[in-house]
């Protein structure tokens, strides 16, 4: 059992670290809605407490580089202010005047914050990737008794 865990992991490590740079321009939430109730709860606190240990609030500004209307990207904004987070919502090309490379209109200079959650096929895992200026963070999580929990620790890649 615990081998199986290891060999679980070890797949996982690598695949997080393809994963990142690989969906350039694909992020959300990619996730079926046949999921955990409280899956999108526990990863944004999990998520929240990874931000607030890199990037401290009430000093970080966020620039959101995607809409953010699925159920983990309406808890991570929410979650965002409520810790003290400067945020600036994220524009569309079409509707933004003198926008930059990412669709969004920079008023000023704040970190470009996009995730991606997604659940690798045939596996009972899922994984969040969050892109914070041109770094990421990764962590993948266990689905089990109707509740989820880290599988691994968080992969940094700068």
């Not at 609030?57 to 995607?66: E, I, N, V």
């Not at 569309?92 to 990412?102: K, L, Q, R, V, W």
């Amino acid at each position: 059992m615990i081998m199986r865990k290891l060999a679980i992991v070890a797949l996982l490590a690598g695949a997080i670290t393809g994963c990142a740079s690989t969906a350039a321009h694909e992020y959300g939430n990619f996730v079926a809605p046949s999921v955990p109730a409280n899956l999108n709860e526990i990863i944004v606190a999990d998520t929240m407490k990874q931000l607030i240990a890199l990037y401290p609030p009430a000093s970080t500004r966020f620039d959101l580089a995607q809409p953010t209307n699925d159920a983990y990207g309406a808890k991570l904004v929410q979650s965002l202010r409520l810790n003290g987070y400067a945020l600036s919502e994220f524009v569309p090309a079409s509707a933004a005047n003198g926008t930059n490379a990412n669709g969004t209109v920079s008023a000023s200079p704040g970190l470009s914050l996009r995730y991606i959650l997604d659940a690798p096929d045939g596996l009972n895992l899922y994984r969040v990737t969050v892109m914070v200026g041109a770094q990421s963070l990764s962590r993948a999580y266990t689905a089990e008794n109707k509740t989820v929990s880290p599988a691994g620790a968080w992969a940094r890649k700068e």
